[in-house]
């Protein structure tokens, strides 16, 4: 994915030129912002855009004029034997369903290279027996991997040229923009570092959209020899899908093009704006939690919002910028935060009970550091929560509390009377070091 590379990039730009400490708001920031599927976090932010597997996508897309190849999901080895003897031919391709760029060039976890095979009609069950199950590893799955639960067989297509298309949401712009590469098939990050000047971006007016010159712009740079209207209209069909079903993303790897001058969407993954759930209902229906994060998904379904991160240190605050705050001052102090986890300003005691289960249930964790201004959000309601969660679930990380604002003198008193081994700070300054002190 395109904008996942950029992002990493200026990661590792960002790096150079400012100390750590200072950049921890900005990966925050980002992993809000981006999908679950940056090659340089293995664990990604709260949903901002739901991602549908290409299967889903291609049903989607057909529905809105877009040309797709035949495919057909199969949950089952059973289901994609039949699959096969559906499409009739003496070839198919088999392909592993993740929410994840790379799949060709992946590796399961078993050993069996590649997520995506052309073969033999009679090896589609040796190959779905393989696959579905597995845990399929990619660039931007990292090290952990997604499960495959779906595989598509895919009708076989006679493909002459392979391109890269995309629409994402492009701030300088302030609107969409069409990203085309007249290379495609492959990542889009590697031909990114290699090859810059072969990917054309075209801002489109969002009040308007594309404008015939933009197509046409789209079209030259893609390459394509065929019917060059045909090809406008199916840049047009994408873009009006793009808008129609709020998407924040559309990305076709490859567009391709087959011996009659074809453009076909053979593969493609489409991110749905969350904001518009109410009245893409059918869409939403679809979302896969099975490849995010359980914990995330745990902290939504509390009102919570979580980014897992790669510390030790579990982060629990109340307000994104204290949250950031806290975490800029535990590396500061010579830790690591282990999450990003904002309460809000209305939780109540069974959310911070839900909040201490999602932070503990990542392994890395070895101290959590407790930090509430207490405005809307009362202290001795984060007072109660602590001192219920630790008894319920019977921590067993040191727990770091600095407390501030209303009520604060009825919270520090409860945490007092509870008798569990609870670390009061005075300040976040003091409260950062004795967390980092706790697991020295």
Not at 219 to 225: F, M, N, P, Q, W
Not at 273 to 297: G, L, T
Not at 361 to 380: H, Q, R, S, T
Request: charged share 25%; aromatic share 4%; with cysteine.
């Amino acid at each position: 994915m395109l904008c996942g590379s950029v992002t990493c990039e200026l990661t590792e730009i960002i790096n150079k030129v400012i100390p750590c400490t200072m950049l921890l708001p900005t990966l925050a920031r980002t992993c809000r912002t981006l999908s679950r599927r940056l090659p340089c976090a293995s664990s990604v932010g709260s949903v901002r855009r739901l991602n549908l597997h290409e299967y889903q996508s291609a049903q989607i897309m057909k529905s809105c004029g877009v040309n797709v190849p035949l495919g057909i999901p199969a949950h089952t080895v059973e289901e994609a034997v039949a699959a096969a003897k559906s499409i009739g031919d003496d070839q198919v391709v088999i392909k592993a369903q993740i929410l994840a760029g790379g799949r060709g060039l992946g590796i399961f976890t078993s050993g069996l290279e590649g997520g995506v095979h052309i073969i033999d009609s009679d090896k589609v069950e040796e190959y779905a027996s393989k696959m579905l199950g597995g845990t399929l590893m990619t660039k931007q799955t990292g090290p952990t991997g997604k499960p495959v639960n779906t595989v598509l067989i895919a009708k076989k297509m006679n493909l002459v040229k392979e391109f890269y298309f995309s629409i994402l949401l492009d701030r300088a712009s302030g609107g969409p923009v069409m990203i085309a590469c007249s290379e495609g098939g492959t990542s889009i990050e590697d031909l990114a570092h290699k090859s810059p000047e072969k990917i054309i971006k075209v801002p489109v007016d969002i009040r308007t959209g594309p404008s015939q010159e933009d197509l046409d712009k789209v079209v030259e740079g893609l390459g394509v020899s065929g019917d060059k209207t045909a090809a406008a209209h199916q840049i047009k069909a994408l873009y009006n899908l793009f808008v129609d079903k709020d998407c924040t993303m559309v990305e076709v790897n490859p567009l391709a093009e087959d011996s009659e001058g074809n453009l076909i969407a053979a593969d493609a993954k489409i991110g749905f704006d969350d904001n518009a759930a109410f009245r893409q209902k059918d869409i939403h229906k679809q979302r896969d939690y099975s490849q995010e994060d359980p914990r995330e998904v745990a902290a939504s379904k509390w009102d919570l919002n979580y980014i897992g991160l790669h510390g030790d240190i579990g982060c629990m605050v109340n307000g994104a910028g204290l949250a950031m705050g806290t975490m800029d001052i535990i590396s500061l102090k010579g830790g690591t935060p282990a999450n990003f986890l904002d309460v809000g300003g209305s939780a109540n005691v069974d959310q911070i009970k839900a909040a201490f289960e999602i932070i503990t249930a990542d392994p890395e964790v070895k101290a959590i550091l407790v930090n509430i201004f207490g405005g809307i959000m009362k202290c001795d309601i984060i007072a109660e929560g602590i001192v219920q969660a630790s008894r319920d679930l019977e921590l067993k990380v040191p727990v770091v509390v600095r407390l501030e604002g209303t009520n604060v003198e009825k919270g520090q008193q409860i945490l007092k009377d509870s008798g569990l081994d609870l670390i009061s700070a005075s300040d976040l300054d003091d409260a950062a070091e004795k967390a980092v002190a706790a697991i020295a």
